[in-house]
């Protein structure tokens, strides 16, 4: 197994989120249910930071390597999952969007994984779709982990459920949406092998 700074990033971002989650479970004595949602958001955000980092410092040095290609959608899967759930339980994204997003990545990465032992991999590479999906997503989770609005002088400049809701309903609508489209990608694959 290869060790060097992007791998180490993404295993900190896998280190993570035992913290996001137990931030929710500290006693109100320590930390204040607003205090929570802040440092819960901080966290993901950080976490989140690492992936593009990690990326991005892998192909500047040359670092990449077929570990590092198989952990960093690992842990983003992880990182998103988990706190899909934390969400679900606080009663902050109801459980079928959060069923959805999941869902579709469990089937997409099977997906791939077949493909890839096929020889046909290129067919269901990442695109602008899933991007864009994951995008929304990545901005939906802090704006609900925070869960409040941001007020100046008694007004209310921006609300973090509103937001965060619309987006995660957005991302949740391109999930279904990307997995379609990969699914049409993969069907002449799929119609050739199940006719075997």
Not at 58 to 80: E, H, I, Y
């Amino acid at each position: 197994m290869p060790f060097n700074i992007p791998i180490l990033l993404t295993w900190l971002r896998i280190l993570a989120i035992p913290l996001v989650v137990g931030v929710f479970y500290l006693p109100q004595t320590m930390l204040s249910p607003m205090q929570q949602n802040v440092l819960a958001m901080l966290l993901f955000v950080l976490a989140a930071l690492t992936d593009w980092f990690d990326g991005f410092l892998a192909r500047k040095w040359n670092q990449t390597s077929s570990f590092g290609a198989f952990l960093d959608p690992v842990a983003d899967k992880l990182m998103v999952t988990a706190a899909l759930l934390v969400l679900v339980h606080l009663q902050r994204l109801d459980a079928v969007i959060a069923l959805v997003i999941v869902g579709r990545e469990i089937a997409i990465s099977a997906l791939r994984e077949w493909m890839a032992q096929i020889g046909a991999s290129k067919s269901v590479a990442v695109n602008s779709l899933g991007k864009f999906k994951t995008a929304c997503q990545m901005v939906a989770i802090p704006m609900l982990l925070f869960y409040a609005p941001l007020t100046l002088g008694g007004v209310t400049l921006f609300d973090s459920r509103v937001w965060g809701a619309w987006l995660i309903y957005v991302a949740a609508f391109l999930t279904i949406w990307s997995m379609l489209y990969y699914m049409k990608l993969a069907w002449p694959q799929i119609r050739e092998r199940g006719s075997l």
